[in-house]
Antibody, heavy 119, light 110 residues
C-alpha cells in the first residue's frame, strides 16, 4: 500500500518562510517523480511544483516561481518544498503526489498539510 | 488561474449518466495527455483517468474518459450518491512548462 504523509504546515506571517515535507512508504522513492499541488480555501486545485525522480529537473507554477524550491534527498527518502517570501494568497492545503510516469498525472496523494499565511 | 475550462456544476439522478467537459488549447489538451481527478475538499484527491482514457487499477468501469482535439470529457454512468464530489481535469501545458488543472466541476446526484 502506498502512503504519502505531508508535514510542516502551520501559521506564518507574510514575507516569512516555511518548509513542508513529504514522506512516502510502499514505493521505491528514488523511482518516482513527485508533484506538489495546493488548494486555497474555497478554490480549486492548483499545481505548484514538480521534481524528477533523480532531482535533475524541476518545474514551477508561475505563481510561486522564484519563491518556492522543491528538492529531494533520495538517500534519505525525503522531499521538501521550501517556501520563501510567503504571501497571504499562498494560504492553502498542500498535497504531495507521486507522478504516474505517464502524461504527468498524479497517482498517489497524501492527505495534505495546511499552510496559513496571515498577519 | 486555471487555463482549462469546466462547467461549474452538473447534476443527475441516481442511476443516470453524466458527462463533464474540459476545454483547453493546442499547447495543453491539444498536444498532451489528459487526466481526471475526484476531490472532496480536505481529503486526498483521487486519480480516475490518465492518458485520456485509461483507468488506474481499482477505478470501476463506470468511469470513462475521452479526448478530441482541444477538449476532453469525463463520463460517469450508474450514478450513486457517493459520487458527489468535485471533479478536475488536468494536463501538461507545453507553453507554460507547467501542469494545469481545470476550473473544477461539482457533481450533485439528485
Amino acid at each position: 500500500q502506498v502512503h504519502l504523509v505531508e508535514s510542516g504546515g502551520g501559521v506564518v506571517q507574510p514575507g516569512t518562510s516555511l518548509r513542508v515535507s513529504c514522506i512516502t512508504s510502499g514505493i521505491v522513492f528514488r523511482h518516482y517523480a513527485i508533484h506538489w499541488v495546493r488548494q486555497a480555501p474555497g478554490k480549486g486545485l492548483e499545481w505548484v511544483a514538480f521534481i524528477w525522480h533523480d532531482g535533475s529537473k524541476t518545474y514551477y507554477a508561475d505563481s510561486v516561481k522564484g519563491r518556492f524550491a522543491i528538492s529531494r534527498d533520495n538517500s534519505k527518502n525525503t522531499l521538501d518544498l521550501q517556501m520563501d517570501s510567503l504571501k497571504v494568497e499562498d494560504t492553502a492545503i498542500y498535497y504531495c503526489a507521486t507522478d504516474r510516469g505517464s502524461g504527468w498525472s498524479q497517482e498517489h496523494w497524501g492527505q495534505g498539510t495546511l499552510v496559513t499565511v496571515s498577519s | 488561474q486555471s487555463v482549462l475550462t469546466q462547467p461549474p456544476s452538473v447534476s443527475a439522478a441516481p442511476g443516470q449518466r453524466v458527462t463533464i467537459s474540459c476545454s483547453g488549447i493546442s499547447s495543453n489538451i491539444g498536444n498532451n495527455f489528459v487526466s481526471w481527478y475526484r476531490h472532496l475538499p480536505g481529503t486526498a484527491p483521487k486519480l480516475l483517468i490518465y492518458d485520456n482514457d485509461k483507468r488506474p487499477s481499482g477505478i470501476p468501469g463506470r468511469f470513462s474518459g475521452s479526448k478530441s482535439g482541444t477538449s476532453a470529457t469525463l463520463g460517469l454512468t450508474g450514478l450513486q450518491t457517493g459520487d458527489e464530489a468535485d471533479y478536475y481535469c488536468g494536463t501538461w501545458d507545453s507553453s507554460l512548462n507547467a501542469y494545469v488543472f481545470g476550473t473544477g466541476t461539482t457533481l450533485t446526484v439528485l
